[in-house]
């Protein structure tokens, strides 16, 4: 088998994905139809060809226009089944899902509307292709700490179908700290924290997820590696970073593949993990991901192992054990051949 069919069969987690960036152009195209909403494209065409952008601001423009088509329950159970749907295909059989509540609530659309439609999905992808899934509401950071606290209320009544916190959109000027209140309040109601740092914004942004939100996983984390103390101690608290790289790449956080610092993160044994972030405008799921990464940087079968393994290692799934028996029993012959 080539390096690139053991990494299309291998069983994988996705640990960094937001439900709305898997909106792709076709059923954006279907759901504003259906639900009479406009959108300022003729064709899909279009909709692909204002795919390009220069930084996280550009990109977060156009996501959060595309999501104001959806309005109805159905549309998040399509919007996310969508999505199962390229986890089958993928063999991706955990992922941890992120939705941005704020996106939807700030339009007139119910909290009920939206988590309602995703758990639907949720519990049709685990009887028909048996995905397992947990879900990470996350609060926009471009937004007040006092708007993330009429979200966390608006969550109470779902807690049960809610796993963790994120703090996602505009990273620089709104560091972790902003936030601090409204992530004790989380915790304390028993959601897991966790935050994105160190995409566009730098270390310092690491350190205060760290130390004032006590996020237990980084998402993204990539300028993490400008600062040896921060490498020292995600390495010494075994905090994971949910790399994506051609997200990187998309939003010019790396200038090149060739130049992306997965490769240093595992150097150093820091917990890196692959994930499609927003593939529908991105350029791809998570095969595709880890094509491109293995490819662009010449990963071999035991870094594909590495990182498989970190997914499930670090996710938040009651089946994890079973899960890296799995991956171990999947890479076993191909590790051996090699020897
Ligand atoms: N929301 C969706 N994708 C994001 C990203 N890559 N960074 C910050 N916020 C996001
Ligand atoms: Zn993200």
């Known amino acids: 088998m080539t390096i690139q069919e053991i990494i299309k069969n291998a069983p994988k987690a996705e640990l960094h994905l937001h439900i709305e960036g898997s909106f792709e152009p076709e059923l954006m195209f279907e759901i504003a139809q259906r639900n009479k909403v406009s959108i ?35 549309d998040f159970y399509d919007l996310t089944m969508a999505y199962f749907a390229k986890c089958h295909e993928n063999n991706v059989i955990h992922t941890e899902i992120m939705f941005d509540p704020q996106t939807h609530t700030h339009r007139g659309v119910p909290f009920e509307t939206v988590i309602t439609g995703i758990h639907k999905a949720q519990k049709v992808a685990e009887e028909k292709w048996g995905i397992s899934s947990l879900l990470i509401m996350s609060y926009l950071r471009h937004l007040s700490e006092e708007d993330a606290f009429v979200t966390l209320e608006q969550s109470l009544p779902f807690k049960h179908l809610i796993a963790a916190v994120g703090l996602d959109s505009s990273e620089l000027g709104n560091p972790p700290s902003k936030f601090k209140n409204v992530f004790e309040a989380s915790i304390k109601e028993g959601y897991i924290p966790l935050a994105h740092a160190g995409e566009e914004g730098p270390s310092d942004y690491v350190w205060e997820a760290l130390d004032i939100l006590n996020i237990h996983r980084i998402d993204h984390g990539n300028n993490s590696l400008s600062d040896a103390k921060l490498i020292k101690r995600l390495v010494e608290e075994n905090i994971a970073l949910t790399v994506c790289p051609l997200s990187n790449s ?81 890479f076993s012959p191909f590790l051996n051949n090699l020897k």
Not at 272 to 299: C, H, K, R, V, W
């Open 250 to 330: 998309a939003l010019k956080v790396v200038d090149d593949l060739k130049n992306h610092p997965l490769k240093t993160m595992l150097n150093h044994n820091l917990k890196a993990t692959i994930n499609s972030d927003d593939p529908a405008y991105f350029g791809g799921y998570m095969n595709d991901n880890f094509l491109a990464i293995q490819e662009a940087l010449d990963l071999s079968i035991a870094d594909i192992q590495t990182l498989i393994r970190n997914g499930f290692e670090h996710s938040f799934s009651e089946k994890k054990v079973v899960f890296l028996e799995k991956t171990k029993a999947y």
């Open 40 to 74: 300022p494209y003729k064709n899909i065409e279009e909709v692909k060809n204002a795919y390009k952008f220069d930084c996280l601001q550009d990109f977060l423009d156009i996501y959060y226009a595309g999501a104001g088509v959806l309005l109805h329950e159905i």
